[in-house]
């Protein structure tokens, strides 16, 4: 006997409420997908499996958190089946720069850590990031920045709250951090501390016009440590300048690079490092909100002023990378205070603003981030023995790109966490 799950509307309790409620009583998140011992039948019509295919007409037949099977529509063998034969169903996404645990305090303005010297407060916000991006059909994340994350991360892998699997740089090299061999040292103590990559930045905030301020040497260590430990390193810069030397030290992502010439694409195809441009999300959030930042750390009116300058020049390049063969795009949108939750607003716009092929799209999100983290044979595609991380959208992205940001079902690791009813056409 098998049971067949229809569709519901999406009224929920509020996010905040919601992420409150799974801290309070972690069974509440665990909750919402079946028991693990379930078979459970994906039915499908149109599968993207993320590597650039177009499957039709598939049972995936997930068992034990993995896709254990695809097999013809109707000969799949499960306990529960969900019909998504209207959706288009494809690998979770994997958004490679969020920061997860930034949020707006109870006065309106971004959070200053003064204000709360414990980690509680930071965790609480971080929950109710992670629940609203995996509601918007994120299902890892790449968390830049913060020793903060340790502690949610904990949480998410423990399965005691609801969100993406995280991967965070629990801190950040900048020229601060000192000489090469403190460089090399302070590597070692965020491996040693369990941070999945280095974050490194190689220039000021375009805040601060994007200066390159870390020397190659200081490079050199930072990225040739992180491979030594076994670790990848994602480097935060602007200019050209600084692109060489990144490329150079053998560093693994660049992101932002917004002032970067024309030619300078080339040095992706040649060094294979991925690319995380962003050109949408951020500037929109920062155009929005930017009065809650301004006052708080070094955020003011004048430097989103700059921030906005620089998004023709993101723009820009973004089309150059998807016009040249050989640069690998990943998936980035360096969701922040205000924006999580929001992340494909990205994605959606790297298709119709900066030109993506929509299945490029999908890949650079899922397949290729995948790869960029280093986890390609875990998660990223549709495939037998992976993770069964599956969103479906509510309409088909190869013709109508906004459909990227029409999620309605979620399943992370087996256990299905949204299913909502598609849209009605005119209403």
Known sequence: MHETVTRCSSARLPVALVAALVVAWPTAGRAQ???SDETLVLRASRVLDGRGEVLEDRDLVVRDG???EIAPRG??????????????????????????????DVDGKVHRQENDPSVAHTTLHGAENAFRTLMNGI??????????????????DRGEIPGPRLLSSLGAVNERTGTPDEIRAYVRGRAAAGADVIKVFASTSIRFGGVTNMTAAQLEAACGEATAQSLRSVVHL???????MVADAGCTQVE???MLEPGDVQVFVDSGMYLGNQINLLFSNYAERGD?????GGYTMEGFANLQAARPGALEFFKQAVATPGVRIVYSTDANAGSHGANT???????????????????????????????EDRIGSIATGFEADIIALDGDPRTEPAALGRVVFVMRGGRVYRNDAPRVPGR
């Open 33 to 35: 997908g079946p028991p």
């Open 66 to 68: 993995r896709i254990a």
């Open 75 to 104: 000969t799949g063998s499960g306990e529960r089946i969900y019909d998504l034969t209207a959706l288009t169903v494809l690998p979770g996404y994997i958004d490679t720069h969020v920061h997860i645990g930034n949020h707006f």
């Open 139 to 156: 299902t890892t994340m790449q968390s830049l920045g913060s020793p903060r994350d340790a502690e949610l991360r904990a949480w998410i």
């Open 238 to 244: 602007h200019r050209s300048d600084a692109l060489r």
């Open 256 to 258: 932002h690079g917004w």
């Open 292 to 296: 809650r930042y301004a006052g708080v």
């Open 345 to 375: 607003d990205e994605l959606v716009a790297y298709v119709l603003e900066g030109g993506q092929d929509p299945i490029d799209a999908v890949s650079s999100a899922t397949s290729l981030a995948a790869e960029s983290l280093g986890m």
